[in-house]
């Protein structure tokens, strides 16, 4: 294929950063595929009638040194201010040795959700460590590996509480004393579940009348109050009480557990994460073990390895929607890896007495503050109070919020009359002086008494942090060099390939990620002043506009905080938009049998009730049936979700057809947007019928996986819908979570993507994930059969590799093929999904050719030595297969194999000098479900070896 110096502009991103093969290699590769150009290939992929007629363009792309130039302009228009807002969001300092070590780490950032657990060994111990941390904090038995955020936290709380209450009531208590975003988002989760939410004041609790109640803990204006009375009542009406706790004040204040609390949640964002605008933050929920099976999200547990040593890997429910489908209880897809990594790092490198002292240091400036503004004759509220307090000023509220914000503070407006101030461990002694000065109080703060203003009552007295963990020697040497063994122990992104189907786990470009760390992104509330955020608007209203020209749609939502959220978000979009139109009664959701176990979750969750559509033969949708369904659905119709591509990894020729008849009926289409890396710059879901989608930015656009979250589910909406979209979880309707741009930080990241490749890279982008997606299938092709092809014999950007055979011919199954690739270095490709017993393949377009072939090579030995079991030559138990992954115990410890150590250990792929070792042989599901351990073991269970 000839090319010119031309084909390297611009010089150092689209061509030469992003995309993995040279235009060397992409001609070799073209060459085995039978094709002249990259062109033909997609002309015989992707068909005629959904393809786009004009060009992506949207201005000239800007390499490296232009787009940190232009983010640092745009960053400028930021102002940083002293946040003192509070209501769930603070200053957090970031110890530089996490933020260098784990934030601004490939290693970390780079990871995929830990499904292998043999090759996710250090970030599942910093999960345990975060589970642990919050298990003991709040006094419950047992904690999950994060959620999104605090308020999607407290919407999953209740609906975890209507699951497990005896009480056969209807409603939800919500304290009054709750912050606002928190009472939002648990009353849109609640309307299409038909749940009646009460807000009041705790002291109007009536029991009997509720399945359960939450509270805030402290309050949002500051109050402290012993539940204890509250959860006694709730128990004795068979009902669950559940406490929002901020997890820094419980490290002075009465635990939840020992109020007699059933659930409790929150965030830990305070714990060394930035405030990013409101996000990503990583939220906690615990709960008694009782009520564990019921718990949402991702549960940490403690198993054994094929050696008998103990092994770390998910448990539980954690794929439950993949199983349950429409009646799974959440969406998986809600954690925060990489933030609760962070969070418990914090936990570890202060420790409990040093994270005690954080806490008193914040509570001794608030009282010192108080004191101050008690002296002048300002009436202070609550009495007892831990880091928030309220401030009567009458009609001063505007002359002193404006003083405050002269003083470069930030202040909160309650009401007409009062303002809030919330204090965190960034405040020094000089905020509080020109704090004072707000105020008009000129002095100094030397003589006031730093007595305690938390009554007697509410002082903790149990332990917490007792785990050795946090209590290890905490030199930064030696948190430097904990913080790399548990990263060597994981296989992510900055290794090798990971070749994941629907994942997309694509580059993550350094250039990206730069801005992240940046004060002017990192430390912005996410309710500061419009004039204080003209950065960051100009950030999201740019991307909007280009993700609307990407997708042919004509509105975005940024709300939602990841791809599970962003269906959800997506279908209460629809509901509103009938609900408008005076067809409240449709409620029926059409949805293939190939789809994403997330769509039948979100469906349910939004109130739908779900109707499976099936495959056609060649994993198509089945036309036919289809109509049948809508036909049978008729004037209940509300949407239908399918994914384009589909999930068999093909460009459906019927799309447009399954669109029209949905709109025949009177439905709304949503077209999940998870395979969306095939289509930019090709198609355009908006074009091709649907209504609605969302972006997994942290796919197709560059955000990075972190081990499992952060993500962004954006959604896309045709101009009918955009007035249905998320309201702002303050004072608007519909909010899906806690803050108005979701985790609006990380969108710097898929801004700076699609700027650096504009519109002619992105395209470019699109045809090589496709042309790697059919390389390595041509390339295996005789040794593992593609179970499903487009109409032209191609597959999209990825392909589904049926090993169902080998379980028949030799015993070998799905499994034993992905723990054999760990010893040749690379993350098993999707297991089981769609299609049970197979694989997906996803290389992505980032994939040079080398990483391709020594992919492929992997896999040809693989196929060889299970012909070596069907041929008799292998033992069918005794084989490389079954006893893989290989550690570098099982390399040195006595032989007792079929084959050798070299075939074992070194298989065709693996490197020799960079070699990735799992840290743990094959770990053992089975034990681990039925001796669940979901907190830090002793450390007795360990040998000096393990």
């Known amino acids: 294929m000839p090319f010119t110096p031309t084909d390297y502009l611009p010089y150092d991103f689209a061509n030469r950063r992003h995309i993995g093969p040279s235009p060397e290699e992409m001609a070799e590769m073209l060459q085995v595929l039978g094709v002249e150009t990259l062109d033909e290939l997609i002309d015989q992929t992707v068909p005629a009638s959904i393809r786009t007629k004009e060009p992506l363009e949207f201005g000239k792309p800007k390499s490296e040194r232009e787009w940190l130039w232009y983010a640092r302009q745009v960053a400028k228009k930021n102002k940083v201010f002293t946040t003192m807002i509070g209501q769930g969001y603070y200053g957090a300092i970031t110890p530089p040795a996490i933020q260098r070590n784990i934030l601004e ?22 999960l345990l460590n975060f589970q642990t941390m919050v298990s003991d904090l709040t006094g419950l038995e047992v904690a999950n590996a994060s959620l999104l955020d605090e308020s999607t936290a407290a919407a999953e709380a209740m609906t975890m509480a209507q699951r497990v209450a005896k009480s056969k009531a209807k409603a939800f208590f919500v304290d009054e004393n709750c912050h606002p975003q928190n009472i939002a988002v648990i009353k849109t989760r609640a309307e299409p579940l038909d749940i009646e939410v009460i807000v009041g004041n705790p002291d109007d609790l009536d029991a009997s009348q509720v399945f359960g109640a939450v509270f805030q803990y402290p309050g949002t204006y500051g109050h402290l109050r012993d539940f204890t009375a509250e959860m006694e009542a709730l128990h004795e009406a068979k009902a669950i009480g559940i406490v929002i706790a901020d997890p820094m004040a419980l490290t002075l204040l009465k635990e939840p557990g020992a109020m007699g609390a059933d659930i409790a949640v929150g965030s830990t964002q305070r714990f060394g994460i930035p405030l990013g605008y409101g996000g990503p933050h990583a939220a906690y929920m615990a709960c008694r073990d009782k009520m564990k099976r019921a718990m949402p999200g991702r549960i940490i547990g403690v198993s054994i390895d094929s050696h008998g040593k103990p092994a770390y890997r998910l448990s539980l429910q954690t794929r439950e929607q993949h199983i349950r489908r429409e009646k799974a209880t959440s969406n998986v897809c809600t954690a925060q890896a990489l933030l609760a990594v962070m969070a418990s790092l914090y936990a570890v490198f202060h420790g409990p007495k040093g994270l005690r002292a954080i806490a008193q240091r914040i509570h001794r400036k608030t009282v010192r503050l108080v004191r101050g503004l008690e002296d002048a004759g300002f009436v202070i509220e609550p009495a007892n109070f831990f880091d928030t307090i309220t401030i009567e000023v009458g009609p001063l509220q505007g002359a002193i919020f404006k003083a405050a914000a002269d003083q470069r503070i930030n202040l909160r407006k309650i009401g007409k009359t009062k303002l809030g101030i919330s204090l965190d461990e960034t405040t020094r002694s000089d905020t509080l002086k020109r704090l004072w000065r707000a105020f008009g109080i000129e002095r100094t703060d030397e003589d006031l008494s730093p007595e305690y203003r938390i009554p007697e009552n509410l002082l903790r007295t149990s332990d917490y942090l007792t785990h050795p963990v946090f209590h290890m020697n ?60 003209a950065g960051y608007t100009e950030l999201v209203e740019d991307l909007s506009d280009k993700l609307c020209l990407i997708t042919g749609y004509d509105a975005m939502s940024m709300q939602p905080n990841s791809g599970a959220q962003g269906e959800y978000a997506g279908l209460l979009t629809i509901n509103g938009y009938h609900r408008a139109n005076g067809e409240e009664h449709r409620n029926i959701c059409l949805i293939p049998v190939s789809a994403h176990g997330t769509n039948p979750a979100s469906a349910h969750m939004a109130g739908m009730k779900v109707v499976v559509v099936k495959s056609a033969e060649n994993g198509d949708i089945d036309v036919e049936d289809f109509r049948a369904k809508a036909e049978a659905a008729g004037e209940n119709l509300a949407a239908c979700m399918i994914t384009y591509p589909s999930t068999h990894g093909v460009f459906e020729e019927t799309v447009r057809e399954i669109c029209d008849i949905t709109h025949e009926f009177g439905g709304q289409v949503y077209i999940d947007g998870a395979n969306l890396n095939a289509m930019v710059g090709l198609a355009k879901p908006g074009d091709v019928g649907g209504d609605v989608s969302h972006l997994n930015l942290h796919k197709t656009f560059a955000i990075p996986h972190g081990g499992g979250g952060p993500g962004m589910g954006p959604i896309g909406v045709k101009a009918h819908l955009s007035p249905y979209l998320p309201g702002h979880p303050v004072g608007g309707e519909g909010a899906v979570s806690g803050a108005d741009f979701g985790s609006a930080s990380v969108l710097v990241i898929s801004w700076a993507y699609v700027m650096m490749m ?189």
């Open 105 to 126: 780490n490939p290693a970390w950032y780079t990871a995929y959700t830990p499904y292998q657990p043999e090759i996710s060994q250090g970030r599942l111990e910093a």
């Open 474 to 533: 905490r030199a930064e040497t030696e948190m430097m060099r904990y913080m790399r063994r548990l990263a060597d122990r994981d296989l992510a992104l900055d290794r090798a390939m990971i070749p994941l189907g629907s994942c997309t786990m694509k580059l993550n470009a350094a250039a990206e990620m730069m801005p992240l760390s940046w004060p002017e992104f990192a430390n912005i509330h996410p309710l500061a002043p419009a004039d204080q955020v």
């Open 758 to 946: 504009g519109g002619a890279g992105l395209t470019q982008a699109t045809k090589v994930a496709i042309l790697n997606a059919n390389y390595i299938a041509k390339r295996l092709e005789g040794a593992f059969d593609v179970l499903f092809k487009g109409k032209g014999g191609r597959v999209a950007h990825e392909c589904i590799l049926d090993t169902r055979p080998f379980d028949e011919s030799a015993h070998i199954t799905v499994d034993d093929i992905a723990k054999r690739l760990i010893d040749s270095g690379f993350h098993a490709p999707t297991m089981s999904w769609p299609v049970a017993g197979t694989l997906m393949v996803e290389p992505t377009e980032s994939e040079t050719k080398a990483e391709l072939d020594r992919f492929v090579k992997a896999m040809l030995s693989i196929r060889e030595e299970i012909a070596a079991i069907e041929r008799g030559e292998m033992d069918a138990e005794n084989n490389p297969l079954k006893h893989a992954p290989h550690t570098v115990n099982d390399l040195v410890a006595d032989w007792d194999r079929s084959y050798s150590r070299e075939q074992g250990c070194f298989p065709p792929g693996s490197f020799r000098v960079d070699k990735y070792w799992p840290p743990v042989g094959r770990v053992d599901n089975v034990y681990g479900d039925r001796h669940l351990v979901c907190t830090c073991p002793p450390l007795d269970s360990y040998s000096d070896e393990g």
